[in-house]
């Protein structure tokens, strides 16, 4: 879709390919693979995002690149802004590059381990499921700790049995009813608590696996960077938001600052710090 003027008041336009060269109404929604629009004010989720302008517009996109950046909302893996004014709310889960310079003030360069739609539904489908098998786990141990001193002492008393009943099989009498019974009993008991560790063990594994996509997810923006290839002028800050743990590091660059890049930096086991590079 080519719209050579703008894009009206409650408007809503889905394509591959789009391409605007007005504006959009900050009640218009656009959805596509690929966007491109020169001045963008209302609501656009792509793959790929190029804006001329945002004037307090909003955008998702897997590769966001804007030339002019007057307040708003940017979401994506990796963000590039020619020039950045005030009051826009910059977030990313691997990159934010500002190629020209900030001449605005209160923005917030925040960097998440999922910004995109696919990786906050992923991220909150593991979260939420992790959570549910860590209850499970849980369920699953008390019941198996409880039962496991039991199945040690069944186990003793089976082999008893078991030998007793051969015996008499072996001088031609017929086992006691009593016996049989009592040793069918006790190893539907014991294949009870087989069960139990191995159902256990199933769950373990899944966690484990799931818990090692999350930390996956969260590495990408352990290692995610923020650039800005100009001296900082202006009052901006900085957020680095981690899931497991749970947290969030501020960082306030400097007025006067020169260019510089981000990152974070692990100082022990569960505590990171950013660390700053000079261009």
Known sequence: IIVEGSVANGAELTAEKIEIKGQTHKTSKIYADSAKIGLHKGFLNAKKAQIDKLENGEVTADYVIVEQAIGGTIRGKRVEIKELFSN??????????????????????????????????????????????????????????????????????????????????????KPSQIHIDRYKQLTLGVQEVVNLKEGLEV?????????????????????????????????????????????????????????????????????????????
């Open 88 to 173: 826009v709310k910059i977030i990313a889960s691997k990159e934010i590059k500002i190629t020209g310079m900030i001449k605005g003030s209160d923005n917030h360069f925040i960097i998440e381990p999922a910004v995109t739609v696919d990786e906050r539904e992923k991220l909150d489908a593991l979260l939420v499921s992790s959570k549910e098998l860590e209850k499970k786990v849980k369920e699953l141990q008390k019941s198996y700790l409880s039962k496991k001193e039991m199945f040690q002492q069944a186990q003793e008393n089976i082999d008893g049995l078991k030998e007793i009943i051969t015996n008499a099989k072996k001088s031609g009498r």
């Open 203 to 279: 769950l373990e594994e899944k966690l484990s696996n799931e818990k090692d996509e999350i930390s996956l997810i969260q590495d990408a923006a352990i290692h995610a960077k923020i650039i800005n290839m100009s001296v900082w002028q202006t009052h901006n800050k900085i957020f680095y938001k981690l899931i497991a743990p749970e947290m969030k590091i501020e960082y306030i660059p400097k007025i006067g600052m020169s260019p510089s890049v981000f990152s974070l930096r692990r100082v022990g086991e569960e505590e990171f710090e950013v660390e700053v590079k000079n261009i």
